[in-house]
C-alpha cells in the first residue's frame, strides 16, 4: 500500500514514517500543500494522511481539490487537539477520518488499516484465493491455515496482485506501489520479488503468470489446478 503523509512538522512525519515502514507501507512524504497538491495530481496512492495546517496551499484546500476532480482516495486528517472547526471542516469537505494531536501511533495505524479497507471495497478483512488466505489487518498470509513467512515486501506484492486478481499488473505499476520517491528500484529487483513470493505460494494450483515484457497476473483459482498440482 503507498500512502501520501502531507505534514509540515518534521519530527511527527518523521516518526510516522518509520513507524508506518515498519508495518510494510510505501510512504511518501511532503512539507506543504502545493506539493501535496502536485502530488495528488500526478501519482496514484492508496491513502491521504493530511494535516490541515500545511504551509503554502492549507490542507483544507488540498482536500477540496482532491473532491473536485472526483477522487475517491480515502483521507485521514490530522489537526489539532482543540480544532473542532477544522475537524468539522475536514470530513464536510470529503475527509473519511480524523485524529486529533497528539495520538497514540497504534491507533493511526489501526485507523490506516481500516481505511486502506474500505478503500478496497470494504467487507471481509480477509482475501481467499483458493487455499491462500491473506488478512489485510494483520498483515499475515496463510495456505492450509499455515501462516508463510513473508518479506514486507513480499506481502506488498501479494496485496497487489490478490487486488487484481486476473488482470495484467504491469512492472511500473509494482514500483509505483511499493517503492517510496528517491528509491532506486530496478526491474531486476520487481523480478527477484516475484520469484521469491512464487517460491512460498506457488502450491496447490496458485500461479503467478509472467506476460513477457509486460508484467504479472495472478491467475484466477481453480479447484482443477490444485488437483494437477497435486
Not at 473532491?67 to 482543540?82: H, Y
Not at 501479494?158 to 495484467?168: D, H, P, Q, S, Y
Not at 512492472?171 to 520487481?190: F, M, P, R, T
Request: glycine share 10%.
Amino acid at each position: 500500500m503507498r500512502i501520501l503523509l502531507a505534514e509540515d512538522d518534521s519530527v511527527l512525519a518523521d516518526g510516522l514514517t518509520r513507524s508506518l515502514r515498519q508495518s510494510g507501507y510505501a510512504i511518501d512524504c511532503v512539507k506543504n500543500g502545493q506539493d501535496a497538491d502536485t502530488a495528488l495530481s500526478t501519482q496514484e496512492f492508496d491513502l491521504l494522511i493530511l494535516d490541515l495546517g500545511l504551509p503554502k496551499l492549507s490542507g483544507l484546500d488540498v482536500l477540496r481539490r482532491l473532491r473536485a476532480r472526483g477522487s475517491l482516495l480515502p483521507v485521514l486528517i490530522l489537526t489539532a487537539a482543540d480544532s473542532i472547526e477544522q475537524r468539522v471542516g475536514g470530513l464536510d469537505a470529503g475527509a473519511d477520518d480524523y485524529m486529533a494531536k497528539p495520538f497514540a501511533l497504534s491507533e493511526l495505524e489501526a485507523r490506516v488499516r481500516a481505511l486502506t479497507r474500505r478503500g478496497q471495497g470494504g467487507g471481509s478483512t480477509v482475501i481467499r484465493h483458493g487455499p491462500l488466505a491473506y488478512d489485510q489487518v494483520g498483515r499475515s498470509a496463510y495456505i492450509d491455515d499455515q501462516m508463510l513467512d513473508l518479506s514486507a515486501r513480499e506481502l506488498g506484492l501479494l496485496e497487489i496482485l490478490l487486488a487484481r486478481t486476473g488482470r495484467l499488473v504491469s512492472k511500473e505499476q509494482l514500483v509505483d506501489h511499493l517503492c517510496e520517491w528517491g528509491e532506486e528500484v530496478s526491474n531486476n529487483a520487481i523480478e527477484v520479488y516475484v520469484h521469491r513470493l512464487r517460491k512460498k505460494i506457488e502450491t496447490g494450483g496458485i500461479r503467478i503468470a509472467t506476460v513477457r515484457g509486460l508484467g504479472y497476473c495472478l491467475e484466477r483459482y481453480s479447484d482443477g489446478a490444485r488437483k494437477t498440482a497435486q
